[in-house]
């Protein structure tokens, strides 16, 4: 079907996502799929769960095949993580610093610490976007299941490079903000110890006491924290935070622990995340994104979306999947439920949770 959909154009590029049932034949499924399309540039993995089209199969055997033609050269690489006496290094390939492009990536969660490059190609690399997520399919080390090409890798990083640079990276964190946003007025590393010159846990506290029972109970399940973006920005919305988990707090200073570097003059706010928050922020990201289209039709979409969402947030099945079909029509589409999801907000290139990246492929323009 993958390539009967192609017509007379040759793939020229195959993401393949597989269900953890293939985790100890993924040479063999790698091989028989390589011998239906021939060699071609191909990453993949193997996954907890994968979708396909508008479905997302949870709990049974699953191969979602999704290939591409007319994108230009793609350039498939492998990336490996060495630990030094100074912290680490990356090795394998090498972003060029003034190269715009869109880089799909998938990681192995225990060998590649993919924050650490993502924070590097923010520095260096700033025409580079990265979509992807980090592999889901294997508990332990060496357990997890890369595709590149024709090869099977249990570590690292697989990625492929893309000069399409019309490639849309949609990025739904699926939270809502609540209270009051605040400046933060004493910070050190990911601890922030002031948010408009009170304790951050004092206004933690007095937030969470002016929430509705609902709220509250949401808070108590797992407080979040927004990241203003775009400090210049009139109203902020959702959308407009880079979302973070609290980690922790420190009671005798009234601190509290984030999951990012935090600087004095940063505008947070603390968020919420529910299935109805997650399931609004994803329709006005569609929404958003079929209004820019036009009424053209979308060639296709990578769907990268975290293994705690699915069954385990939402009441009805395949959710993602079937939201962006709803908006955005039939469309191919692959993706795998993943351990930490890769997509740029305002600009930079992050390591999420909870999240839907979508790396849309808009059609042949004219």
């Given at each position: 079907m993958a390539l009967a959909s192609l017509g007379d154009s040759p793939p020229g590029l195959g993401v393949l996502f597989a269900s953890d049932h293939f985790l100890d034949s993924a040479?063999?499924?790698?091989?028989?799929?390589?011998?239906?399309?021939?060699?071609?540039?191909?990453?993949?993995?193997?996954?907890?769960?994968?979708?396909?089209?508008?479905?997302?199969?949870?709990?049974?055997?699953?191969?979602?095949?999704?290939?591409?033609?007319?994108?230009?050269?793609?350039?498939?690489?492998?990336?490996?993580?060495?630990?030094?006496?100074?912290?680490?290094?990356?090795?394998?390939?090498?972003?060029?610093?003034?190269?715009?492009?869109?880089?799909?990536?998938?990681?192995?969660?225990?060998?590649?610490?993919?924050?650490?490059?993502?924070?590097h190609l923010n520095e260096n690399a700033t025409g580079t976007l990265v979509m992807g997520g980090m592999a889901s399919g294997g508990l332990g080390a060496r357990r997890s299941r890369l595709f590149l090409d024709?090869?099977?890798?249990?570590?690292?990083?697989?990625?492929?490079?893309?000069?399409?640079?019309?490639?849309?990276?949609?990025?739904?964190?699926?939270?809502?903000?609540?209270g009051e946003p605040f400046t933060v007025t004493a910070a050190e590393g990911t601890l922030v110890q002031e948010l408009g010159g009170r304790p951050?846990?004092?206004?933690?506290?007095e937030m969470a006491g002016a929430l509705s029972p609902h709220d509250r109970e949401l808070l108590a399940r797992g407080v979040q924290v927004g990241i203003v973006m775009n400090e210049y920005g009139a109203e902020r919305h959702q959308g407009d935070f880079l979302i973070r988990s609290i980690l922790g707090a420190q009671p005798e200073t009234g601190a509290i622990a984030v999951g990012d570097e935090i600087d004095v003059g940063q505008t947070l706010q603390f968020h919420i995340r529910d299935a109805d928050s997650a399931d609004r922020d994803l329709q006005r990201i569609l929404d958003e994104e079929a209004a820019a289209l036009g009424g053209a039709r979308a060639a296709g979409a990578l769907l990268f979306t975290c293994n705690g969402r699915g069954s385990r947030l939402f009441p009805e099945p395949d959710h993602d999947a079937r939201l962006l079909a709803r908006v955005l029509g039939d469309i191919p589409v692959a993706g795998f439920f993943c351990a930490g999801e890769l997509g740029p907000v305002g600009g930079q290139n992050y390591l999420h949770a909870f999240t839907a990246s979508i790396a849309l492929f808009p059609g042949s323009p004219g």
């Amino acid at each position: 079907m993958a390539l009967a959909s192609l017509g007379d154009s040759p793939p020229g590029l195959g993401v393949l996502f597989a269900s953890d049932h293939f985790l100890d034949s993924a040479e063999t499924l790698l091989a028989a799929v390589t011998a239906r399309t021939g060699p071609l540039p191909l990453i993949g993995c193997v996954s907890e769960a994968v979708a396909g089209g508008a479905r997302e199969v949870e709990a049974e055997p699953a191969v979602s095949l999704w290939l591409a033609a007319g994108l230009g050269p793609a350039e498939t690489f492998a990336m490996e993580f060495v630990p030094t006496a100074s912290g680490g290094a990356f090795g394998g390939y090498r972003f060029e610093p003034d190269r715009a492009a869109v880089c799909l990536l998938v990681c192995d969660p225990f060998t590649f610490p993919a924050e650490y490059l993502l924070a590097h190609l923010n520095e260096n690399a700033t025409g580079t976007l990265v979509m992807g997520g980090m592999a889901s399919g294997g508990l332990g080390a060496r357990r997890s299941r890369l595709f590149l090409d024709g090869q099977v890798r249990t570590e690292g990083a697989v990625g492929v490079y893309l000069p399409d640079t019309r490639i849309h990276p949609l990025v739904s964190q699926g939270c809502r903000p609540v209270g009051e946003p605040f400046t933060v007025t004493a910070a050190e590393g990911t601890l922030v110890q002031e948010l408009g010159g009170r304790p951050a846990m004092t206004r933690l506290q007095e937030m969470a006491g002016a929430l509705s029972p609902h709220d509250r109970e949401l808070l108590a399940r797992g407080v979040q924290v927004g990241i203003v973006m775009n400090e210049y920005g009139a109203e902020r919305h959702q959308g407009d935070f880079l979302i973070r988990s609290i980690l922790g707090a420190q009671p005798e200073t009234g601190a509290i622990a984030v999951g990012d570097e935090i600087d004095v003059g940063q505008t947070l706010q603390f968020h919420i995340r529910d299935a109805d928050s997650a399931d609004r922020d994803l329709q006005r990201i569609l929404d958003e994104e079929a209004a820019a289209l036009g009424g053209a039709r979308a060639a296709g979409a990578l769907l990268f979306t975290c293994n705690g969402r699915g069954s385990r947030l939402f009441p009805e099945p395949d959710h993602d999947a079937r939201l962006l079909a709803r908006v955005l029509g039939d469309i191919p589409v692959a993706g795998f439920f993943c351990a930490g999801e890769l997509g740029p907000v305002g600009g930079q290139n992050y390591l999420h949770a909870f999240t839907a990246s979508i790396a849309l492929f808009p059609g042949s323009p004219g």
